[in-house]
């Protein structure tokens, strides 16, 4: 088994609240210089950069998870990733299909575009995609899974946007993957909170919207080799030592 160090929660220039300067490029670039083996792209309620960044990370030897960061009916932010573009297309399609049709105030949310690898703007999404979709947690969860996709509550210790700080308690029934929780606490911390909790994977990763986060917070995973499959197995494999995380 070889160590892998993952940041699974990095916005683009696609998201609205991403900076400008998070081009698929200075993200792998930037991976690179913090010795990242992983990362995930996880714009919200997108998945429109996921490709070219792919690309970009394949070129450098850097394995690129493809997904978004869902806000559900809820307001509960939750990151989701697929192994293959055909699996992307048709969560994008559901995504399209459930986002609502308010637009984006550029002035005061921010620009939402799409680049290719090199630079040139060639999509601009017109909604605004921090708003929540019409469908529940518990919808995008068995959306996602009827896909073969991976389900994670993001950054579940937080006040806001979190399965925590909107709904307050695990959903009977919920499936999910792993939990992540932000730089802000650690697995022995959060789980004295929530030991109710222990028995799911934990990670944590920098949600980064910067270039210079990107990297600042790490999972390390025990794997063969980097990449969705493995990754996937990791994960849900039982008995598996949890993934360790660090600063």
């Given amino acids: 088994m070889k160590t892998f160090r993952a940041d699974l929660h990095i916005h683009t220039v696609l998201s609205p609240c991403g900076d400008l300067e998070m081009s698929p490029d200075v993200i792998v670039a930037r991976a690179l210089e913090m010795k990242l083996d992983i990362i995930g792209i996880t714009d919200h309620n997108t998945t429109r950069q996921c490709r070219v960044t792919r690309k970009l990370g394949e070129k450098a030897g850097i394995a690129v998870l493809m997904g978004a ?31 609502p049709d308010i637009r984006n105030d550029v002035k005061r949310f921010g620009y939402q575009v799409a680049v290719d690898e090199h630079n040139d703007i060639v999509y601009t999404e017109e909604r605004l995609l921090i708003s929540a979709l019409d469908e529940g947690i518990g919808q995008v969860e068995a959306k996602v899974h009827s896909l073969g996709g991976l389900f994670i509550p993001a950054h579940i210790d937080k006040p806001r946007f979190s399965l925590y700080g909107q709904l307050g308690f695990m959903p009977a029934g919920l499936q999910v993957d792993a939990l992540e929780i932000s730089p802000k606490t ?12 222990r028995g799911i994977p934990l990670i944590s990763s920098s949600d980064a919207h910067l270039p210079a986060l990107i990297g600042t917070r790490v999972t390390c995973f025990e794997m063969e080799h980097p990449g969705f499959g493995e990754l996937r197995k990791t994960i849900l494999e039982k008995g598996r030592k949890n993934p360790k995380i660090i600063n």
């Fill in 69 to 99: 960061e869902v806000t559900t009916k809820e307001e509960v932010h939750c990151l989701t990733f697929f192994e293959t573009l055909e699996q992307l297309d048709d969560f994008q399609a559901y995504l399209d299909h459930h986002i």
């Fill in 186 to 197: 650690s697995p022995a911390q959060f789980l004295l909170l929530h030991p109710e909790l």
